[in-house]
Nanobody, 127 residues
């Protein structure tokens, strides 16, 4: 049974940075694609970033492409999201999710593509 546990959220001032981590257990992370999603109060869940197995490809939502970077360390079974230049619009619960690896294909930012989810970590950007 796969388990994903997010950490690293918190309160940060506008313009600040945070590093989120997703600890993966119950499977070999290197064989799977992972994504980060977020959900702000009153809004639908949206895709933030994704990375295929073996780090072959990454994907980002347009509004985050220049500010966020996704990493994977399969030796530690960890997927990370580095977030810079945060704004109040980035306030949300951030979720890590796992998807099957489809060789040769880009990763998806559609939540229906993912089959296991973490419980989320709260990120609040406020002065």
């Amino acid at each position: 049974q796969a388990q994903l546990v997010e950490s690293g959220g918190g309160l940060v001032e506008p313009g600040g940075s945070l590093r989120l981590s997703c600890a993966v257990s119950g499977l070999r992370s290197e064989d799977y694609t992972f994504g980060w999603f977020r959900q702000a109060p009153g809004k639908e869940r949206e895709g933030v970033s994704c990375i295929t197995a073996y780090g072959e490809r990454t994907g980002y939502a347009d509004s985050m492409k220049a500010r966020f970077t996704i990493f994977r360390d399969d030796a530690k079974n960890t997927i990370s999201l580095h977030m810079n230049a945060l704004t109040p619009d980035d306030t949300a619960i951030y979720y890590c999710a796992k998807a099957p690896y489809l060789r040769g294909e880009a990763c998806s930012l559609i939540s229906a593509s993912y089959d296991y989810w973490g419980q989320g970590t709260q990120v609040t950007v406020s002065s």
